[in-house]
């Protein structure tokens, strides 16, 4: 499902060069529940980013589900965002101002789904979350955890093939975090893959497979 | 993504910015108040005057003895004849296209009743003053004098002198002195204000001929020539100006149309209007500006939004229509209630001078608002466009 060839990302900063991913090839099939670790400045945000087709690889050669996503316009990434991947954030980003309703609904809102649907869809997400009742309310209405809850219904309200989630729990305190790990593992599952990117071992034990990152290279791996 | 859907959208992103919002919004709103108010000053002042000239009559020439121009030495013959009743009858019967003719002669004088006095201007005419100057009676009748007739002793009050001098009773029937002469009052005008600086209610009317007599006057002071319609001033004018001269074998008067001055002061005041629009126009780009300005911050401060909105999938288009309907709803929501405010602030306005008919002209209205919606979509294409740009990840990290 997801084949990187030999991908690097750089940055100029000033008049140096930061190397952030350097030559990572990996695959990941359809299914998988796969975390990335490693320390702060590590790369794995930015390989996070490159495979949700948020970034753009600066060589190398990035296949999702058979499409060559350097080749693709930004319309078209973005239609690839919007039908094919979700993403659960540390901080949430849930929008402020939007209930939690509404804030589900902004997916196919950007995808031309009619009102009605979108409710009924924005309805039965937050219900698989367990949050049919704070529908109306607002994130600063919420708890920490609801905040995430809400956010994994969003990344999931499209039936995206393809769950991103950078450092899901980071914000999280121990029983949150174990409540949204849970959820997160339960909505992967049949072709749903599963990329975790966390610096919590206790969160990537969870995982089939932990890549380690350091110094923008892949380590080793464990299963 | 339907439009209504966006304008939702841009809707509930602009409530929750109140604060900002309703600056901006009051920045758009202040700069149409001020076009729509400034405009509708300048043109309450144009159509001011103009009707102010238009209550003098409109379709008129005034014939006034002696020449305006500048000349030397006076060659021999140069002598300004007089203006008398007899060219005023010459001209009602010689020159075609004459609705009618209205000498008056002019003088000042004390009008006594009982014990009480006042001076004022004695106006001699005739009956055909009252249609030519559109002068309306309140009580009683005008002067039925005609140029044919002698004098005789009839006297028409101005309100205000009637006012002052029988107060409160009614001056029909009575006998007025003025200077030696005695004169039955037959009428009271209507009040009709000041006009030009000149109070049409002080005043009084008597027959022209009589005036002459009293006050031993051979000239007349003007001739009112009325005219069908505006086309017919300028060939009665030649036509008036040709017998005159014939009679007087001197080119010794002056014929002027009120509508030459009248259209002078249009087009004045026309500029004044043009310039106040002008200065309006500055202060709407002020305003544009201020949305310009508003826009960028929404955008910087709304980057991790932007970043969001394209992580879920939001292709540039629909972010880049997401601020445009945002820039659209302000300027237009400012535009409506800075025409309201406009209009309300002019409605004050006339409330203390209800003689000055200002109101804001359409084609201002159209303009501010245009040029408000114009102004808000142009300056918030540039802030979206930047927007857009933006790449996800930066956008994200919010900084």
Known sequence: MIELENVCRSYTVGDSEVHAVEHVSLHIGAGEHVAIMGPSGSGKSTLLHILGCLDRPTSGRYLFRGRDVGTLSDDERSHLRQQEIGFVFQFFYLLGRLTAGANVELPMLFAGVGGNERKRRAEEALEAVGLADRIHHRPDQLSGGQRQRVAIARALVMR???????????????????????????????????????????????????????????????? | MKVGEL?????????????????????????IAAVVALTALGDGARTYVVREFSSLGSNLLIVIPGKVETTGAIPF??????????????IAMRVPGVVRVAPIAVATDAVHW????????????TAAYQAARQVTVASGRFLETTMAQGGGQELVLGAKVAHELFR????????????????????????????LGFDFDDLVFIPVKTA????????????????????????????????????????????????????????????LTLALAGLASVSLSVAGVGIMNVMLVAVSERRREIGILKAL??????????????????????????????????RVFVAFYPSFPASPPAWSIAAAMGVAVAVGVGFGVWPARRATRLDPVTALRGR
Do not use: C
Not at chain 2, 79 to 90: E, G, I, P, Q, Y
Not at chain 2, 219 to 245: Q, W, Y
């Open chain 2, 313 to 346: 999938g939001a292709t540039n288009r629909q972010v880049l229509g997401a601020f445009l309907a945002e820039a659209v709803v302000l300027s237009t929501t400012g535009g409506l209630l800075g025409l309201a405010a406009g209009a309300a602030g002019v």
């Open chain 2, 168 to 195: 409160g009773s009614s001056p029909l029937g009575r006998i007025v002195r003025v200077g030696a002469w005695r004169y039955r009052v037959v009428g009271v005008m209507a009040p009709k204000g000041r006009s």
């Open chain 2, 7 to 31: 304008l939702a959208f841009a809707l509930g992103a602009l409530r929750g910015h109140r604060l900002r919002t309703s600056l901006s919004v009051a920045g758009v709103a202040v700069g």
């Open chain 2, 77 to 90: 013959g140069g002598v300004t004849h007089d203006l008398t009743v007899a060219d005023a009858r010459s």
């Open chain 1, 160 to 223: 995206p093939s393809l769950l991103l989630a950078d450092e899901p729990t980071g914000n999280l305190d121990r029983s949150s975090a174990e409540e949204v790990m849970g959820l997160l593992e339960k909505l992967r599952g049949g072709d749903r893959t599963l990329i975790v990117v966390t610096h919590d071992p206790e969160v990537a034990q969870r995982a089939q497979r932990i890549i380690r990152m350091s110094d923008g290279r892949i380590g080793e791996e464990t299963a």
């Open chain 2, 114 to 125: 009982a014990d009480r006095s006042r001076s004022v201007p004695i106006l001699g005419v």
């Open chain 2, 212 to 271: 002459m007599r009293m006050f031993n006057r051979t000239s007349l002071f003007r001739i009112l020539v009325e005219v069908p319609s505006a086309d017919e001033l300028a060939p009665v004018k030649r036509r008036v100006t040709r017998l005159l001269n014939e009679r007087h074998r001197a080119d010794d008067v002056t014929v002027i149309t009120q509508d030459a001055v009248l259209s002078a002061f249009s087009s004045i005041l026309g500029v």
